[in-house]
């Protein structure tokens, strides 16, 4: 019985041993200070990211991480315009905002979007929006007027963020 127990710590601690040897065990202890993202310019600022090279076992039970930067005020100014319909998911990270039907103030058509924010930069080509009623997709006019909306209020809230 006891000779059963020393054999399990005995393999336990091999396992912790051979873990640590791989370099990962150590550096997840440390105490790293991740760097506060600013936005200048309208774009985000870049910092110092870790990625994992692959070279200590702990990277292989890392996440499909994506990459994709989203510009604060695209996010925010499609919010803003698009308030009047209910959020279904919303990911910063990777930057789609997708809604349910709604209608806008004053309107009596339902609308449904799908935003695509793919950039850091406040740009109309970081933007895209799919814009769809219940009858089928709206016209190009229309989707154009809801992307010249949140960029224009995406301007309006970099201009905002640049006097404080």
Sequence with gaps: MIQLRLQK?????????????CGGLRDSFKNT??????VKSGREAKGPERVGDGSSLLDAFKGGQSNVKVNRFL??????????????????????????????????QAYRATVLISDP????RSLKVALQTQRGPVSDATQRAVEDAILARARQLRINAGRF
Excluded: E, H, K
């Design 9 to 21: 710590v005995g393999l336990a601690l091999a396992c912790v041993l051979m873990v640590a040897s």
């Design 33 to 38: 200070t991740t760097p506060d993202p600013r």
């Design 75 to 108: 996010w925010t100014a499609s919010l803003d315009v698009l308030s009047f319909l209910p959020v279904q998911t919303a990911d910063p990270f990777t930057g789609v905002i997708s809604t349910g039907y709604g209608r806008p103030p004053g309107g009596g």
């Design 121 to 124: 930069a406040l740009d109309a």
